[in-house]
C-alpha cells in the first residue's frame, strides 16, 4: 500500500517507466492494492478513511495518480494512461458503500450455534412401505410393481370381475378419457395378473404402490392413496399358509402382543374370501370408541386366489394353488402411529412430517 501511494507522487520518468509494459504493471499495482482497500471497508469509519484515501481531493491516491502520472506521460503513452486512470476512478467509486450501508459487526463470535439447516424426514406412508418390503423379503417374497394408469382387463377382467358385475361399484373408478378402456387403477391386485403373466409359478410377491378412487375426502378418504398387495402360488398353497403369513406379517409389524381374527368375505378373485381383524391398538381388545367398543379393528382383505383368475394366466387351477391379501398402506401407517386423519398425510405441514424419520 505504502509502496503505491508513494509511487502515485512521483513522474512516470522518475519510476522509470517508459513504455505501455511498464505503465501495465503499475496499474495493475494500483488496482490490487485498490480491490484489497475495498475488501477492507467492515465500517462506517472505514468507508470514510477511505474515500479519502482514494477519492479525497487533496490526498486521494487516484487524483495524485491522475496528476502525477498522466502530466508525465509522453505523448503516444497518454491516452493508455488516461484510460486506465478512468477505469480505476470509476472501480473506486464503485467500491465506495451506499450511504447507510450496514456493515457486518468486525467481532464476530465464532462460537455461537450456526444456523441449522432443515433436513427432510421420511414421510411416515414411506416408512410404512419400507417395513412391509422389508418384513416379505426377508420371507424370500419379490417386489413386484405395475403402472398406475391401467386397463379394465388387468384392473378388473382377469381378476374375475366380469362386465357389469356390481362389485365393480364398490371402486368408485377414475376413467380416463377416451373408449373407457383406461382407467387410474383402484388397487394393486391387478400386479397379481402382470407378474403371474411373466413368471411361472412358484410365485412369490409383495406389491407396494399408489392407488386411485373417487371418494370425497374426509379423515379416513383420500382419492390417491397407497396399498399393500401380499401373494403366493405355487403346488398345495392351502389356508393354513395364509393365516401363518399373516400373523407372522401383523405380529413383525404391530408388535407380539396383536391378535387377529378372520371374518368371511367377498372378492372377485379370491374363494374363499376373508377378512382380517385385529385387536384394537389402542385399548389392546377391552373396547374403546376407536374400535367402536367391539376391541376389533378391520385391517386387510385376503383369501384363497380364485380359479377363475389362474385361466386368465395360463396356469393350470388343478395343480396350482395360491393365497392373496391386501390393504391400504396410508391405513397401516394411520394405525402404527395413532394418527387420526388421513388428509393430514398429503397436506405437507412440515410440522406434521418432521415426527416421523
Ligand atoms: N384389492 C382389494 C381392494 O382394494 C383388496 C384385496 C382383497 C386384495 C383381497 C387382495 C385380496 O389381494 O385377496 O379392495
Not at 308 to 327: C, K, L, N, Q
Amino acid at each position: 500500500m505504502s509502496a503505491i501511494s508513494d509511487k502515485t507522487k512521483l513522474s512516470l520518468q522518475d519510476l522509470g517507466i517508459g513504455d505501455e509494459t511498464g505503465v501495465e504493471a503499475l496499474m495493475g499495482e494500483l488496482r490490487a492494492s485498490l480491490d484489497a482497500a475495498i475488501a477492507g471497508i467492515t465500517s462506517a469509519e472505514a468507508a470514510e478513511q477511505y474515500r479519502i484515501q482514494w477519492l479525497g481531493r487533496k490526498q486521494g491516491l487516484i487524483g495524485a495518480a491522475t496528476d502525477n502520472w498522466l502530466k508525465s506521460a509522453p505523448g503516444p503513452l497518454k491516452r493508455v494512461v488516461g484510460k486506465w486512470l478512468n477505469e480505476l476512478r470509476a472501480r473506486a467509486e464503485a467500491g465506495m458503500p451506499a450511504e447507510g450501508a450496514a456493515f457486518l459487526s468486525p467481532g464476530i463470535d465464532i462460537t455461537l450455534p450456526g444456523v441449522r439447516r432443515p433436513i427432510g424426514s421420511r414421510h411416515p406412508v414411506q416408512l410404512v412401505m419400507q417395513e412391509i418390503e422389508e418384513i416379505f423379503r426377508s420371507m424370500g417374497y419379490s417386489v413386484e410393481t405395475g403402472p398406475e394408469v391401467e386397463t379394465d382387463y388387468y384392473n378388473f377382467e382377469a381378476l374375475n370381475f366380469p362386465p357389469d358385475h356390481p362389485a365393480r361399484d364398490t371402486q368408485d373408478t377414475f376413467f380416463l378419457a377416451g373408449d373407457g378402456n383406461k382407467l387410474l387403477r383402484t388397487h394393486t391386485s391387478p400386479v397379481q395378473i402382470r407378474t403371474m403373466e411373466k413368471q411361472k409359478p412358484p410365485v412369490r410377491a409383495v406389491v407396494l404402490g399408489k392407488v386411485y378412487r373417487r371418494d370425497a375426502p374426509d379423515a379416513s378418504h383420500s382419492f390417491m392413496f397407497h396399498q399393500m398387495e401380499c401373494f403366493a402360488v405355487d403346488t398345495n398353497i392351502t389356508l393354513c399358509d395364509l393365516k401363518g403369513t399373516l400373523n407372522e406379517f401383523i405380529r413383525r409389524f404391530f408388535g407380539p402382543k396383536v391378535r387377529t381374527r378372520f371374518r368371511p368375505s367377498f372378492f372377485p378373485f379370491t374363494e374363499p374370501s376373508a377378512e382380517l381383524d385385529i385387536s384394537c391398538l389402542i385399548c389392546g381388545g377391552s373396547g374403546c370408541p376407536v374400535c367402536k367398543r367391539t376391541g376389533w379393528v378391520e385391517l386387510l382383505g385376503s383369501g384363497m386366489i380364485d380359479p377363475a383368475v389362474f385361466g386368465f394366466v395360463g396356469y393350470d387351477p388343478d395343480r396350482i394353488s395360491g393365497f392373496a391379501f391386501g390393504t391400504g398402506a396410508d391405513r397401516l401407517a394411520l394405525m402404527k402411529y395413532g394418527i387420526h386423519d388421513i388428509q393430514l398425510l398429503w397436506q405437507g405441514d412440515k410440522r406434521f412430517l418432521r415426527q416421523y424419520r
